[in-house]
C-alpha cells in the first residue's frame, strides 16, 4: 500500500482525452494500483493505493464509516450558526450530509481555514456542503483518511509506502485482520 500527495490540476482517472497528468503517472509501475477513493482535480492532499481491491472497496463503502478528514480555506464571514447548520446536516441534490466534525483553524480577513471531518466520501461533499451555506471554498486539502495522516515531509506529487503497522490499522478498521 502507498500514500500520495496529490497536487491540485492532477486527475484521479486512468485514462484522460485531454492530456493531462494523472496520479497514476506519478505511481510506480510494479503492480495493479486501485484508488481508495477519488479527489476533484482542484482538491490536493492524501490518496491511498492498494494492490488488494477487496480491502479497497471496503474502505470506501459508507458503512465503514472511516473519517476523511480535510484543511479547507473557505472565502466568507462564517457563523457560529453556520458551522452548527454543517454538524447537524444539509439537504443535498444526491441526500442528507453533514460535517462529523468541524474546528476552526486560522487565517485573517475574507478568508479562514477550517478542519472538517466526513464519514463518507461522496463527490464533492465537502464544497457542495460549504456552498449550500453560500460559501466558496478557495482551497481544499485531505489531511487524513482513518488513522492515515499525510506526512508533513511528503511533498507534491510524491508517494512513500505505508508501514506494516499502519497497512494494519486499516485492514482492523474495515475487519479484515
Known sequence: MLILNKQAGVICSNKDEEGRKSVYD?????SRWVMVGR???NTSGLLLFTNNGDLANKLMHP?????REYAVRVLGQVESEDLKQLTEGIELDDGFAKFSRVN???GQGANR???VVLKEGRKR???RLWEALGFKVSRLIRVRFGEIRLPENLKANQFDYLKPGQVNLLLRSVKLK
Do not use: F, M, N, Q
Not at 506519478?26 to 510494479?30: I, R, S, T, V
Not at 458503512?63 to 473519517?67: G, Q, R, T, W
Open 26 to 30: 506519478l505511481l510506480p509501475k510494479e
Open 39 to 41: 479527489l476533484d482535480l
Open 63 to 67: 458503512s465503514s464509516e472511516i473519517d
Open 104 to 106: 476552526v483553524g486560522g
Open 113 to 115: 481555514w477550517y478542519k
Open 125 to 127: 461533499e465537502v464544497r
